[in-house]
């Protein structure tokens, strides 16, 4: 049952390590769909890096990271690697609740990558903190 948890965990990092991959690499008029969107909006936006560093390349070392994690956990499970990827997730649900603040309340514009990235780790979040392994 643990091995589903993790799976589902892999999956949901690989989706928004993809989501990352797209921002950082595809154009944004491409990505976006011009720069008439509310996407666009968002990625131009003073909140697009954090400490200097694009917040796409900083999602793309997060969600590999720690979706190579999850894959070792698949493979050999234990405790220190569950305890490392639950405290990545808090974090990552952290920045995202944050970033989605971002867009809803300071931007009042909606990045569709952003969305997938950020509910990728709040439902993250969810199965970290309520998937009880027996």
């Known amino acids: 049952m643990s091995k589903l ?3 589902i965990l892999l999956g949901l990092f690989t989706i928004a390590f993809i989501a990352s991959a797209i921002l950082a690499f595809v154009s944004l008029e491409q990505a976006c769909g011009g720069v008439q969107t509310t996407c666009y909006v ?4 003073q909140y697009e890096t954090t400490l200097g560093i694009k917040n796409a390349y900083a999602g793309l070392v997060a969600f590999l990271l720690i979706g190579f994690l999850a ?5 050999n499970p234990n405790k220190e690697r569950k305890d490392l990827i639950t405290g990545g997730v808090v974090f990552a649900s952290i920045v995202a609740i944050y970033l989605l603040y971002i867009q809803f309340f ?3 514009a909606v990045c569709k990558y952003c969305m997938v990235i950020d509910s990728a780790t709040l439902i993250s979040l969810g199965i970290v903190l309520f998937w009880k392994e027996k």
């Open 5 to 7: 948890k993790y799976k």
């Open 42 to 45: 968002v990625q131009t936006s």
């Open 71 to 75: 894959f070792l956990q698949i493979k």
């Open 106 to 108: 300071a931007l009042n």
